[in-house]
């Protein structure tokens, strides 16, 4: 049984930071990816930023980059996103994600379990 559990989101001024946390658990491959996804109030979800367990390797979209870093605790079976200089359009829900290590790493379909969610919500 694989689970994924959000913390961290909340409300925030624009500019302001935010940092969400990601433990997982009962994933036993030692190659794997775990991704950030977001989606708004009528919006498709989309790729935010992923990182590969094993080799550390980063994946960013063009929206976030500069502001936003992913990191991994390996010892907590723990992903973080540090999120900085927020604006209004980063607001929605945020669902950490795990899968194998193929495809896009930013494309939700190549991902097979899903946490349930942490809303965050950047104000101007």
């Known amino acids: 049984q694989v689970q994924l559990v959000e913390s961290g989101g909340g409300s925030v001024q624009a500019g302001g930071s935010l940092r969400l946390s990601c433990a997982a658990s009962?994933?036993?491959?030692?190659?794997?990816?775990m991704g950030w996804f977001r989606q708004a109030p009528g919006k498709d979800r989309e790729g935010v930023a992923a990182?590969?367990?094993?080799?550390?390797?980063?994946y960013y979209s063009d929206s976030v980059k500069g502001r936003f870093t992913i990191s991994q605790d390996n010892a907590k079976n723990t992903v973080y996103l540090q999120m900085t200089s927020l604006k209004p359009e980063d607001s929605g829900t945020y669902y950490c994600?795990?899968?194998?290590?193929?495809?896009?790493?930013?494309?939700?379909?190549?991902?097979?379990?899903w946490g349930q969610g942490t809303q965050v919500t950047v104000s101007s």
């Open positions: 009962g994933y036993t491959y030692s190659r794997y990816l």
């Open positions: 994600a795990i899968g194998p290590p193929i495809g896009d790493p930013l494309m939700t379909t190549d991902y097979s379990y």
């Open positions: 990182i590969s367990t094993s080799s550390g390797r980063t």
